[in-house]
């Protein structure tokens, strides 16, 4: 049977508990269950929202969970009060991981303009002043830990000290040196853009096989006489090409089709069980 497109384990952190929790309650509400292409046809909620959710990378916001809650036949408050939980470990993990990064550096702002830094020597109550070199060092590590790729790149590959040795950085003020970048971070969100959409038609093409799985495998011409659409428009939305919030109508159509078939298909096995008797 086919299986979702994203695993995950609980080990991964609370978001990933939570769309596990998510999952579970959706398997419970069993085959008739909505889907979340018809959730996202229903509720004009974009199904990339609702995968954000199933798949662990976004907690969702009240009114999110809220679909999915009530269309999976959860309690509401109940998830509500779970949700808080998390939000809480989640909030208690950025400022144990904030308060270990500032352990492993100073702040900003307590050294003077980077131009007046002085190769060494002291400062009225500052104390040793690092070299330039070691302000690049810092600065880079900071700009990694804001998940910048040319960064990030330097330290996973170990050319720091051939970068600070290079002397192309320039003066590595931080916004100068994100300003520089900012090309760069486009280009990664158009990446991320990208990825996060072939992850949501691959999500509903996955979604889509495991109802037409569950009603007998029925040909795509079964379906869209059944469903009363035309064939391309069928095979389109099999291969999570269709919009659910743009096509609520042949979402919910081509739903209920495998549904009915699903029923029809229990049914015939049960006659063909009973005859056997």
Do not use: C
């Amino acid at each position: 049977m086919p299986r979702r497109a994203t695993p995950l384990n609980p080990e991964d952190g609370p978001l990933a508990r939570f769309a596990l929790a998510l999952r579970q309650l959706q398997d419970e509400a069993g085959f008739d269950a909505p889907s979340v292409q018809v959730i996202a046809a229903k509720t004009g909620i974009p199904r990339a929202t609702l995968h954000h959710a199933m798949r662990g990378s976004r907690m969702p916001s009240l009114p999110v969970l809220a679909a999915l809650v009530r269309a999976w036949g959860g309690d509401e408050a109940e998830w509500v009060k779970f949700r808080s939980r998390v939000e809480d470990e989640r909030e208690r993990a950025r400022l144990e991981l904030i308060e270990e990064l500032g352990q492993l550096r100073p702040p900003r702002d307590d050294y003077p303009d980077y131009d007046d830094w002085p190769t060494s020597g002291e400062n009225s109550g500052l104390g040793p002043l690092p070299s330039r070199n070691e302000m690049v060092r810092i600065l880079v590590r900071r700009l990694a830990d804001l998940d910048h790729p040319r960064y990030i790149k330097i330290l996973d590959e170990g050319t720091l000290e051939e970068y600070v040795r290079s002397g192309h950085h320039g003066a590595p003020d931080l916004p100068h040196l994100r300003e520089r970048d900012k090309a760069d971070r486009r280009a990664q969100l158009a990446r991320q853009a990208a990825s996060e959409e072939a992850e949501d038609i691959a999500n509903a093409a996955t979604e889509w096989a495991a109802l037409r799985y569950r009603a007998g495998n029925p040909t795509i011409r079964t379906i869209s006489k059944d469903a009363q659409l035309p064939y391309s428009t069928v095979s389109k939305m099999l291969r999570g090409l269709v919009d659910p919030v743009a096509e609520p109508a042949a979402t919910e159509s081509v739903f209920n089709a495998l549904r009915s078939l699903t029923v029809h298909d229990r049914a015939s096995l049960d006659g063909t069980h009973t005859s056997h008797e």
